[in-house]
């Protein structure tokens, strides 16, 4: 006979298991579904961003020049102070030969004295500060003491100075190569966004920039503005004659320059030593701070850390090295976020 027995049924704990499973393959099905790939940020997108990574470069930039102009500085200061502590020592080196003269002429008529024979044999600064030390030498022997403690003490505390600078020599060249690489990063990641563009795109900035570049040489009106002095007009008719040379950060001429390289370098030409980075720039004359009382040739500081710095032009334009990319070129000063002039 035929059986006839139920299939059997599957469990209640089963049952929940297939349906969450169901339930959450549905579920991811439904997110790929909807999800839509990352879209591919536009020209202006990108131009937006690189121009925002640029001038965070130009503030490392200046932080960077600030580092090198320090590292600089120091160096200097180190190799006098060591010039200084070799000439002291010489010196010393005669005072006690002077001293040993003096006790082989002591021992020739009949002796060397007691507390100079001490002497010669160790640091004089315990014999000098004791009275009765002093009372046995004669006066000449005195004033030579004295003279090589002098000089003791003088090259201990050149050493010493030498020593604190070295330190913080050490120190600032650590910050050099980190804002260094500050810099380079920041370019390094516009670089990359600017290649994420196609050709075609890469191109349409290149032709905004060129023709920017092209306007400010050929078509700015600068007015009959005179001069702030004899001496800004010099340094912008050095400015004026690099129109069109390339930024490149940290550089100071003569064929590149940063925006403080260039007008560190225009006043160098018209016998004006001025500080290398803007911010130092901004505080190296008479502030102006109404733009109507500018004068050709007065620094401009962008900005309100004061990381960027060009020089008046006339007729509301400023001639600066913008920033990588492009070339030291005229711009409306409106462009910027105007902070102050300053009259060197």
């Known amino acids: 006979m035929a059986s006839h027995r139920r299939p059997k049924q599957p469990s209640r704990a089963r049952v929940t298991v297939l349906t969450t499973a169901a339930a959450a393959a549905v579920a991811i099905s439904a997110q790929a579904a909807n999800a839509a790939p990352s879209a591919k940020p536009s020209k202006d997108e990108v131009k937006s961003k690189v121009d925002e990574l640029y001038q965070q470069a130009e503030q490392a930039t200046e932080k960077y020049n600030g580092a090198k102009e320090k590292q600089e500085k120091l160096q200097k200061e180190i190799s006098t102070i060591q010039d200084n502590v070799a000439r002291g020592q010489q010196d010393l080196n005669k005072l ?3 001293l040993g003269s003096l006790a082989a002429g002591q021992y020739r008529t009949g002796g060397i004295d007691p507390s100079l024979q001490l002497f010669l044999s160790s640091d004089p600064d315990d014999y000098l500060d004791k009275a009765s030390t002093l009372d046995q030498l004669s006066g000449q022997q005195v004033e030579a003491l004295k003279k090589i403690q002098d000089k003791q003490r003088e090259l201990a505390q050149e050493r010493s100075e030498a020593s604190s600078k070295l330190k913080d020599l050490a120190a600032t060249r650590t910050e050099l190569g980190k804002k260094k690489t500050e810099v380079q990063g920041k370019l390094a990641e516009a670089q990359r966004l600017l290649n ?3 050709a075609q795109e890469r191109a349409a900035l290149a032709a905004e920039q060129d023709r920017a570049s092209r306007a ?3 078509r700015v009106q600068l007015g009959n503005a005179a001069p702030a002095s004899g001496r800004a007009g010099a340094a912008f008719a050095a400015a004026q004659s690099k129109i069109g040379s390339p930024y490149v950060y940290g550089a ?7 925006c403080s390289g260039l007008t560190s370098w225009a006043y160098a030409q018209a016998g004006v030593s001025i500080p290398r980075t803007s911010e130092a720039q901004a505080n190296a004359g008479t502030r102006i701070y109404s733009q109507s009382q500018l004068q050709v ?3 401009v500081i962008f900005y309100g850390d004061q990381h960027h710095v060009g020089l008046y032009a006339g007729n509301g334009q ?5 920033r990588t990319g492009t070339v030291v070129r005229y711009e409306p000063i409106s462009n910027m976020p105007f902070q102050f002039g300053v009259r060197i």
């Open 96 to 98: 006690r030969d002077g």
């Open 196 to 198: 994420s563009l196609t």
């Open 216 to 218: 400010s040489a050929d």
């Open 252 to 258: 100071t001429g003569p064929s590149s320059y940063d």
């Open 297 to 299: 040739g007065d620094l």
């Open 318 to 322: 400023v001639l600066h090295a913008p």
